[in-house]
């Protein structure tokens, strides 16, 4: 596709049920980052993918917290037992590593609360 | 451990020039980029610095050193669509790590 898609871009849920947030990498791109953002406040970096492995979990905040890429493409984050402290915004980025200069384009971010 | 230091706010007024400072201590250094953000809105890529120097794009310019591990963005004829938040970037490794952005407010 044309940019990087999020999908749903709201949910609401509530405590203790699991949800699921699904990101579309712009085609041909083979890293694909979430990080999660509450208001007003910074990115925290979750995990990074190239292709389809994860060398880098480190920001998941508990295990919770998954997340899996199939195909190279598409990306799926999922938090079981869902928090209070887990609403914020996640959002999805994408880059085309290869080059000395890597971009990341954001998708427009699923914004999760829980009650 | 890895960081980036960032103002958390800076005010300027319309028309003038803004520098907003980045420090980082990261392990590898590949480039600093820079994010713009505006409130509701996702991260937009602005810039990226991979060697010492200054970079211009149109109004806004970016600066690296990387013998100071420092970088800065500096936005020039401030208009008030300016009026975001700006994140600095580094590339270390395997991973990008972002600070925690500098929200810039525009006086008229």
């Known amino acids: 596709g044309a940019g990087v898609s999020q999908s749903p871009s709201n949910k609401v849920t509530e405590k203790g049920k699991d949800v699921e947030l699904r990101c579309d990498p712009i085609?041909?791109?083979?890293?694909l980052y979430w990080y999660r953002q509450s208001l007003g406040q910074g990115l925290e970096f979750l995990i990074y993918f190239q292709g389809n492995s994860a060398p880098d979990k480190s920001g998941l905040p508990s295990d919770r917290f998954s997340a899996e890429r199939t195909g190279g493409s598409v990306s799926t984050l999922t938090i079981q037992r869902t928090q209070q402290e887990d609403s914020a915004v996640y959002l999805c980025a994408s880059s085309h590593l290869g080059g000395s200069q890597e971009t990341q384009y954001f998708g427009p971010g699923t914004r999760l609360l829980v009650l | 451990g890895q960081s980036l230091e960032q103002p958390s706010e800076v005010t300027a007024v319309e028309g003038a020039i803004v520098q907003i400072n980045c420090t980082y201590q990261t392990s590898g250094f590949y480039g600093l980029s820079w994010y713009q953000q505006h409130d509701g809105g996702a991260p937009t890529f602005l810039s990226y610095?991979?060697?010492?120097g200054l970079e211009e794009t149109g109004r806004f310019s970016s600066f690296l050193s990387r013998s100071d591990s420092y970088g800065y963005l500096l936005l020039q004829e401030l208009q008030m669509k300016d009026s975001a938040s700006y994140f600095c970037a580094v590339r270390g490794d395997d991973k990008i790590i972002f600070g925690k952005g500098t929200r810039l407010h525009i006086l008229p």
């Open positions: 610095n991979a060697l010492d």
């Open positions: 085609s041909g791109h083979t890293a």
